[in-house]
């Protein structure tokens, strides 16, 4: 069996996770993290790669001593140097790095005065409430951890770990013989930003045997990277892959494809809702059709289901009981924005600053996805982990850019930053650069930790400078291990109105910020969003597909998106 992908990133990230506990050296931290996100993302099996005996190093990013890292890992399936740092440091203190307010130094002096070495260990001093005799360890922290052994772990997977599930499971069972429809359902066909467990709706051909080479059921509990069988049935089987991810697969017949569609994508609430309409118009509606007495008036089609009680179709990212089964009554089911109206990315970094890629090479990247334009955003210099460029080695680039641009035809490279937004709310580069720039994103990257009134009057006065553009990533949540900051969002989306500043939404599966119920509110405020990736590398620009999709969350058409305009357009946007 192929070591997956993921496996070799997770092993790059837990020895971050150590090297960040014993303090080492940041910048090797970062390019282990760096390693683990780009492995993860990588389109082909690197195993493989490894295997055919291919030089890792044309993967940007990786240099000599990380490719010879993924070969032994790939070929020995373990990494000396972290087996190395489990026995300096043990691998269960780890988990601790996910409770809010405790970081490596924390870890170390919990280490150092109680010996602990895991989640457990740590619970026994909380418990025994001697966790506040440390300097700088109080009773509040005491409940935050408390209510953090209590909490619910996440075992919700990101959009794109789900969709790389989905694709192969899907390709798999389309190949079984008299198989006609496989389609995903659920939260996943609906782009949730997390996916509890993916549901996949299965229609054969009625006619003929069933043998087992068609068996749907054999040949999905057979699947090779089934872990357990939960239960398996005639119509209906749920598995749990190695991953972690559960699937449910339902097998209907041809005639209830729609309604099982409809069913099981969901959300439940509005399927409620539907089955209300259905009810006071003396029809039922269920996963088998629709019926008015025993007779079956519809279930063929998702359009035929909707037919019955007079909706249109209605898209699947909507399904939510928002408000879109009154618009849908009204015919004003918005037009959502799609993924070929989007001319450009308005967030990119370069391997001048965190990325792996050159400038040539990004642009190269972007072109070839029929952009118009991409907007090279390196850090800046307060952000010194990623190399953040100070201004004078950002006038180099901005002359690199110009440079290049005489020589495209077609496409333009905007001159941009993602700049830091300081502390107290002023921006990391002077006015003198920043004026040399077609637009520029300001995005807080540290201090995270002020309050909700202090962060909100920092994002508020750096949006006073007249250079501010677009709000990069603005709640800095990275879904599933960081929550946002606290900030008063609303606030802030006014104030962005009012100043002729815009807010981004990051395209990245495990950022997706800004959420969807806020792009909505955004949309009512008038304040347009810029759909960005944020990409390091150039398969990260494609991950504008989970960026578009959580704005059709977000009801959002073209004319709420910055970049479904021409540059022409959009230059007029950033110019105050
Ligand atoms: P998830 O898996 O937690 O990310 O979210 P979903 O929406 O995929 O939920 P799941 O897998 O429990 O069920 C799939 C769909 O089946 C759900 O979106 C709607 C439908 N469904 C499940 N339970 C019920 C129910 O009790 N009533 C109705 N009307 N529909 C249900
Ligand atoms: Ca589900
Ligand atoms: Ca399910
Ligand atoms: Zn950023």
Redesign the pocket.
């Known amino acids: 069996m192929a070591v997956s992908n993921s496996s070799i990133a997770a092993v790059f990230e837990k020895l971050a996770d150590l090297l960040d506990i014993e303090g080492a050296n940041p910048f090797r931290i970062r390019a282990y993290r760096n390693a683990a996100r780009l492995i993860s993302v990588h389109p082909g099996l690197i195993s493989e790669t490894v295997k055919r005996g291919e030089d890792l190093t044309y993967l940007p990013g990786i240099g000599k001593d990380l490719a010879a890292k993924v070969a032994e890992i790939v070929k020995t399936g373990r990494l000396s140097v972290l087996e190395e740092a489990k026995q300096r440091t043990p691998s269960g203190l780890t988990a601790l790095l996910e409770i809010p307010g405790i970081g490596p130094k924390r870890i170390q002096a919990l280490k150092n005065n109680f010996k602990i070495t895991d989640i457990d260990s740590l619970e026994r001093i909380v418990r025994a409430g001697r966790l506040r005799e440390l300097p700088g360890f109080g009773p509040k922290l005491e409940r935050v951890i408390l209510e953090e052994l209590r909490r619910e772990k996440p075992t919700?997977v990101s959009l794109f770990l789900a969709e790389e599930v989905a694709r192969d499971l899907v390709g798999y069972l389309k190949k079984i013989p008299g198989v006609l429809a496989v389609m995903p359902?659920?939260?996943?066909?609906?782009s949730?930003e997390?996916?509890?467990?993916?549901?996949i709706l299965v229609t054969r051909r009625s006619d003929g045997p069933v043998t087992p080479d068609s068996d749907v059921m054999e040949k999905f509990v057979s699947y090779d990277d089934v872990e357990k069988i939960v239960a398996r049935g005639e119509t209906r089987s749920t598995v749990l892959l190695k991953n972690h991810l559960q699937v449910?697969l339902r097998l209907v017949d041809a005639e209830s494809y729609g309604a099982a569609l409809v069913?099981?994508?969901?959300?439940?609430a509005?399927?409620?809702a539907i089955?209300m309409i259905g009810v006071k118009n003396g029809l039922k509606i269920n996963?088998y059709g629709v019926f008015r007495r025993n007779k079956r008036v519809g279930g063929r089609t998702e359009e035929e289901v909707y037919g019955t009680i007079g909706l249109p179709w209605i898209p699947p990212e909507l399904r939510e009981n928002r408000g879109e089964i009154e618009a849908a009554q009204k015919g004003a089911i918005p037009e959502l924005i799609t993924l070929e109206q989007i001319r450009g990315d308005l967030h990119a970094h370069t391997d001048a600053t965190d990325g792996h890629l050159t400038l040539q090479e990004m642009v190269e990247a972007a072109r070839s996805l029929g952009y118009e334009y991409l907007a090279i955003t390196d850090h800046t210099r307060h952000l010194t982990v990623a190399k953040g460029q100070d201004p004078k080695r950002l006038a180099e680039q901005i002359r690199r850019i110009d440079k290049l641009n005489s020589r495209l035809k077609g496409f333009r490279v905007l001159k941009s930053a993602e700049i830091d937004i300081l502390e107290d709310g002023s921006l990391d580069l002077p006015d003198s650069i920043l004026k040399e720039l077609d637009l520029r994103v300001c995005s807080v990257h540290f201090k995270f930790n002020l309050s909700r009134a202090k962060q909100t009057e920092r994002i508020i006065r750096a949006m006073d400078n007249r250079y501010f553009n677009i709000l990069g990533h603005p709640t800095g949540r990275l879904i599933g291990r960081r929550p946002a900051y606290d900030v008063d969002l609303e606030t802030i989306l006014e104030a962005a109105v009012e100043r002729k500043c815009f807010i981004e939404l990051n395209s990245q599966p495990d950022r997706l910020d800004l959420a969807d119920l806020y792009c909505q509110k955004a949309k009512s405020l008038g304040l347009k969003i810029a759909i960005s990736t944020d990409a390091h590398s150039d398969s990260e620009l494609s991950f504008i597909r989970f960026g578009v999709a959580q704005a059709r969350r977000a009801w959002l058409g073209a004319e709420d998106v910055l970049n479904s305009q021409p540059w022409a357009e959009l230059e007029k946007f950033f110019k105050k």
């Open positions: 919700r359902a659920g939260s996943y066909r609906r949730q997390t996916v509890g467990d993916l549901d449910d069913y099981f994508t969901g959300s439940k509005h399927n409620i089955r996963e």
